[in-house]
């Protein structure tokens, strides 16, 4: 999506409303959903994504990208490319 995040700014990374998730067998059996947030700057990005490593096995996990999975009405699904 972007070539090199500036994590201090704070521009928006995804315009609009987002809902995050992460379907990663690490974090949860089941996929486990952000709430929605409005105009998410990087700072947020990874609050949310730390927030759902908290739900599992966060040992050993990295973000490694953003996916807009779906748009249904204004808001938008984004899912969190994970590595390990």
């Known amino acids: 999506m972007v070539d090199a995040p ?7 990374v995804i315009p ?9 067998w690490r974090v949860s059996d ?8 409005e105009d998410p700057t990087w700072r947020v990005i990874i609050d949310i994504f730390n927030d759902m490593l908290q739900q599992g096995d ?3 996990i990295y973000l490694e990208g953003l996916d807009i999975i779906e748009r249904k009405d204004d808001i938008s699904t984004v899912r969190f490319q994970i590595g390990s």
């Open 6 to 12: 500036d994590i201090k700014s704070y521009h928006p």
């Open 16 to 24: 609009g409303k987002v809902q995050f998730v992460a379907n990663y």
């Open 30 to 37: 089941e996929p486990v959903y952000s709430p929605v947030v």
């Open 58 to 60: 966060g040992c050993g």
